[in-house]
């Protein structure tokens, strides 16, 4: 078991910058693959980004390539979410998961969720 608790959301303006954080309790974080998804209220869960155990490899969607950026700090437990050049279709719920397995885009492949957190782009 792991547990991961989102924090970092909040308010900014178009063009602006936030950072999120995702920090882990329980197993050894350096265990699991990190990944980063959003889910706007009606739409299905969407990929954002993930990171191996190691933080060597990465990868991200399409949408957000460019801007924003993952990282980890397995000596702290928590996983980052750097987000740049905001636009209003990137507000809505951000949520961290872990995979004991692989680094996945798939949210089926994730096993521990945090809550989530809000982030809201004012255009």
């Known amino acids: 078991q792991v547990q991961l608790v989102e924090s970092g959301g909040g308010l900014v303006q178009a063009g602006g910058s936030l950072r999120l954080s995702c920090a882990a309790s329980?197993?050894?974080?350096?265990?699991?693959?990190m990944g980063w998804f959003r889910q706007a209220p009606g739409k299905e869960r969407e990929f954002v980004a993930a990171?191996?155990?190691?933080?060597?490899?990465?990868d991200y969607a399409a949408s957000v390539k460019g801007r924003f950026t993952i990282f980890r700090d397995n000596a702290k437990n928590t996983v980052y979410l750097q987000m740049n050049s905001l636009n209003s279709e990137d507000t809505t719920v951000y949520y961290c998961?872990?995979?004991?397995?692989?680094?996945?885009?798939?949210?089926?492949?994730?096993?521990?969720w945090g809550q989530g957190t809000q982030d809201t782009v004012d255009s």
């Open positions: 329980g197993r050894p974080f350096s265990i699991y693959a």
């Open positions: 990171i191996s155990r190691n933080g060597r490899s990465t």
């Open positions: 998961a872990a995979d004991p397995l692989r680094l996945s885009l798939q949210a089926r492949h994730y096993t521990f």
